[in-house]
């Protein structure tokens, strides 16, 4: 008779099950504490990659069994998902079912970190298992992660300048430049036929939106008299990294505009600037010019924003009389589940976004600027755009959801008819033919009553919030009468 002196198979198995989970769960909370949003650069990527085949060599050697190539990837989701639990940023936080928005956030905060380290952590759990079998799986996992790893160190660039013909210009400026703006890494895009053109620094909308891309395609027209410089503020696109949400504030983000501008007069060696605003940009262009007028040649406002509240409001209640003349019941009812401004969230706040065209009414922009951007294949928000690393193409939709939910809470109380009732320098208001009523009415009505040394409103056609794109040509032809003056 002979008796077996080793554990039996099933305390073998629940020993394997519970090494392969418990080095996942390490991992996930070493990862959720070191990268609370996930990877958000190259270099975080690369780390996480590094760390998932570590775990995973550490579980298949430990186990000799395929229960790491299950059981350690899980471990990790659910220590890295529930140590973010508490985050309140829309990417980083639960999954909102109720809202196709929310759904997108969910999936936006882990595109990056699911598939890197499931990938990763199976790879290195086949090297550490080691049996012939697994072979070919191991072979091909690799290949994988090889050219993963390898797309995740594509460098972005900024194409040349070119001239009407096609040709790069002579002489011309077109790069991607980090600078530090108030002790945070920010990204700009500067264009120019020349380094000694007049400055146009372009804010963009949003909260959070990165418009490196957009703005470099149909803005291009400009390129040939000014050094057009685009910038993804704090959070933004190429600069998600500095996004801090207990700093992030409207006082911050007028200190960063002051402080970029500052640095462009003295990098390129002028004493001021033009500054051009588009949306929440028009916003945070004036009040960076009421900060620092002295930095500024003038102001222009695109799709100018006033009262973010009040516009709000009238925007929900031209839906509501919208939805109710056109007998749609669906949308009453969304419109009552939500109830009026504020909103609770940002995703509520992107459903409204999404109904403007029922407000916009039919209309045909420019034909240049249609095909510039149909040429362009930047894809949805400029994703595509060469201006952005693979880490980056995420961080373009990432920023935009989590800064607009930090960020634009702290607007409501914000009215330029009292915050900025004069301006020191020229200002200019392009007003799109087919601007939301909402918007344009409050301003008109600070542009009326607003002091300073000269203002000009301009109507343009064909035309909606985006005017200043829409509508490139004629914005070229304002700014040279600016600078001509």
């Known amino acids: 008779m002979t008796t077996s002196s080793g554990p039996s198979p099933a305390p073998r198995r629940w020993w394997r099950a519970s090494v392969s989970a418990l080095c996942g769960a390490a991992f996930g909370a070493l990862a959720a504490w070191l990268q609370p949003r996930g990877p958000v650069t190259a270099t975080e990527a690369l780390a996480l990659l590094a760390g998932g085949l570590a775990t995973g060599l550490i579980a298949g050697a430990a186990t000799r069994s395929r229960w790491a190539i299950v059981l350690t990837p899980i471990g990790f989701l659910l220590l890295f998902e529930l140590l973010r639990l508490g985050s309140t940023l829309p990417t980083v936080g639960p999954l909102d079912a109720t809202s196709a928005f929310g759904v997108l ?13 499931c990938l990763s952590v199976t790879v290195g759990a086949l090297w550490g298992i080691g049996r012939p079998g697994l072979r070919i799986g191991l072979i091909v996992a690799t290949a994988i992660t090889a050219l993963i790893a390898g797309s995740l160190l594509m460098t972005p660039s900024s194409p040349p300048v070119r001239d009407a013909r096609g ?9 991607l430049i980090p600078v530090e703006v108030n002790g945070r890494e920010q990204w700009i895009e500067v264009r120019g036929a020349s380094d000694e053109l007049p400055i146009l620094l372009y804010l963009s909308g949003g909260p959070g939106q990165s418009d490196l891309a957009y703005s470099r395609v149909l803005f291009e027209p400009l390129a040939q008299d000014f050094l057009v410089v685009g910038w993804d503020q704090r959070g933004t696109g190429k600069s998600y990294p500095a996004l801090d949400p207990e700093t992030l ?35 945070l262009g004036v009040l960076a010019v009421r900060e620092a007028p002295e930095l500024f040649h003038a102001f222009v406002g695109s799709g100018q924003m006033v009262a973010p509240l009040e516009t709000d409001e009238g925007i929900y209640r031209d839906l509501v009389t919208t939805a109710m003349g056109t007998g749609d019941g669906a949308l009453i009812a969304k419109l009552t589940r939500m109830g009026p401004p504020p909103y609770r969230s940002v995703f509520d706040y992107a459903t409204i976004m999404s109904l403007y065209p029922l ?61 900025a009732a004069t301006l020191s320098v020229p200002l ?34 064909d035309a909606g919030h985006s005017v200043a794109f829409e509508q490139a040509g004629e914005l070229r032809k304002i700014l040279l009468e600016l600078d001509a003056d």
Not at 167 to 175: D, H, L, R
């Open 105 to 117: 956030a969910f999936v936006l905060g882990r595109i990056v970190a699911w598939p890197l380290v």
């Open 359 to 419: 407000l916009e009414g039919p209309y045909m922009p420019p034909t240049d600027y249609l095909r510039r951007g149909r040429e362009s294949n930047l894809g949805p928000y400029g994703i595509f755009g060469r201006e952005y690393s693979p880490i980056e193409k995420v961080s373009v939709l990432r920023g935009l959801l989590d800064v607009f939910s930090v960020l634009y809470p702290q607007l409501q109380d914000v009215d330029l008819r009292r915050d």
């Open 249 to 283: 504030t409207l006082d911050g983000a007028v200190a960063d505009t002051v402080e970029l501008a500052r640095w462009l007069t003295h990098h390129y060696g002028q004493e001021k600037v033009y500054l051009l605003g588009e949306s929440w940009g028009s916003l």
């Open 167 to 175: 040709a790069p210009v002579v002489g011309e400026v077109s790069e």
């Open 428 to 461: 200019v208001v392009l007003a799109g033919e087919h601007e939301l009523a909402a918007r344009t009415a409050p301003a008109r009505e600070w542009f009326d009553s607003v002091e300073a040394p000269a203002k000009q409103w301009i109507d343009l056609p």
